[in-house]
């Protein structure tokens, strides 16, 4: 498998860059940008449980430990393209640009909270398991047979 789908490392355990050429692509104002997402979605995540075990939201999936998979999955993202997040990707929907107040109204059952932001293109979370495949493999095929860009 792993000749397949090798592993590519850019940075070792400590954070320092091991591959040069990814010095240019990687500076200061994309670091604050990717820590400061990472940090306020966690903080939203650790609210949203507290909310959760108040009995203020519903159901609340949380994400920690996921940060850097869902911001940098969401960040590599253009205006124009589309997500189609798990139940458990509020955390990239928040970094793609989502509003937060929407996103805990989502996880207390009001159908306002999938409202996405003027602009974005934010498809309701999936809350079944694999169930948001489907709905982005008929968007590309409709945007590709409309010569539309297409992300993944």
């Not at 997402?37 to 959760?52: G, S, V």
């Not at 805990?104 to 009001?110: C, H, I, S, V």
């Amino acid at each position: 498998m792993e000749e397949q789908f090798p592993i590519k490392k850019v940075m070792d355990d400590q954070g320092n860059l091991i591959d040069s050429s990814y010095e240019e692509k990687i500076d200061e104002e994309l670091v604050r940008t990717m820590y400061y997402n990472m940090l306020r979605i966690r903080t939203f995540d650790r609210k949203a449980i507290n909310l959760q075990r108040q009995g203020r939201i519903g159901t609340y999936p949380p994400f920690e430990g996921q940060e850097a998979s869902q911001v940098g999955s969401a960040l590599a993202l253009k205006d124009g393209d589309w997500m189609f997040p798990t139940y458990r990707d509020h955390g990239a929907t928040l970094t793609f640009g989502a509003d937060m107040v929407r996103t805990f109204l989502y996880w207390n059952g009001r159908h306002e909270g999938v409202v996405p932001p003027k602009g974005k293109n934010i498809f309701p979370a999936a809350v079944p398991i694999a169930t948001q495949i489907p709905h982005a493999t008929g968007t590309a095929w409709l945007k590709s047979e409309k010569g539309q860009r297409i992300s993944h």
